[in-house]
C-alpha cells in the first residue's frame, strides 16, 4: 500500500507514516501518521487525500512527498 517512512508536506514540515488502516463501517482506507514537529501528534487522514496532488504557486505538488525510511 503506502511505504512507511518520512514524508515532507507541500508547505514544508516532515511526517512520519506509521501504517494505514480501514474504517471499520466504511471500509475506507486512512493513513495514520505523526507530526516530526511541535507536540509530535498522532493524526489521520483519507489515503486519496494524503496521495493527491495540489497546486501552489502554479505547480502541481503532490499533499506528502516520500523522503525515504525512518533512520
Avoid at 56 to 69: C, H, K, M, N, V
Wanted: charged share 25%; with cysteine.
Amino acid at each position: 500500500m503506502l511505504p512507511k517512512g518520512i514524508y515532507r508536506h507541500f508547505k514544508g514540515n516532515l511526517y512520519e507514516v506509521l501504517d494505514t488502516a480501514r474504517h471499520s463501517e466504511t471500509e475506507e482506507w486512512f493513513v495514520v501518521y505523526r507530526a516530526l514537529y511541535g507536540d509530535m501528534g498522532v493524526w489521520i487522514r483519507p489515503l486519496a487525500n494524503f496521495c493527491e496532488t495540489v497546486e501552489t504557486d502554479g505547480q502541481s505538488l503532490p499533499r506528502f512527498a516520500y523522503i525515504g525510511e525512518k533512520p
